[in-house]
């Protein structure tokens, strides 16, 4: 059973920054990619910062160049550091993942806050 659980969100000043995590259990996590997206109300959820099966990453526009994901040596850890925050990065932050191979992210962690003053 794959569960995700992420951490870390709070209150945070415009330009701040803060770090989520996302503990993966339930599955050989090195077999399988992750990523983080982003959903405030009235919009779809946005893919902000993916890991492909190369270990490539690749980044949303709005975020580029501030945010960086990251992973643990074991790869039960995905990280997502976030500098230079604007207030249009509220949100609710997901983990996700998937197996290789594949393009959709179908696993989802339970989502942490993030607010922006």
Not at 8 to 27: H, K
Not at 75 to 100: G, H, I, W
Request: with cysteine; proline share 3%; net charge neutral.
């Amino acid at each position: 059973h794959v569960q995700l659980v992420e951490s870390g969100g709070g209150s945070v000043q415009a330009g701040g920054s803060l770090r989520l995590s996302c503990a993966a259990s339930g599955y050989r996590g090195s077999d399988y990619c992750m990523g983080w997206y982003r959903q405030v109300p009235g919009k779809a959820r946005e893919a902000i910062a993916l890991i492909g099966d190369d270990g490539a990453t690749k980044y949303a526009d709005s975020v580029n160049g501030r945010f960086i994901v990251s992973q643990d040596n074991a790869k039960n850890t995905v990280f997502l550091q976030m500098n230079s925050l604007k207030s249009e990065d509220a949100a609710l932050y997901y983990c996700a993942t998937r197996p290789p191979n594949t393009t959709s992210y179908d696993y989802w962690g339970q989502g942490t806050q993030v607010t922006v003053s």
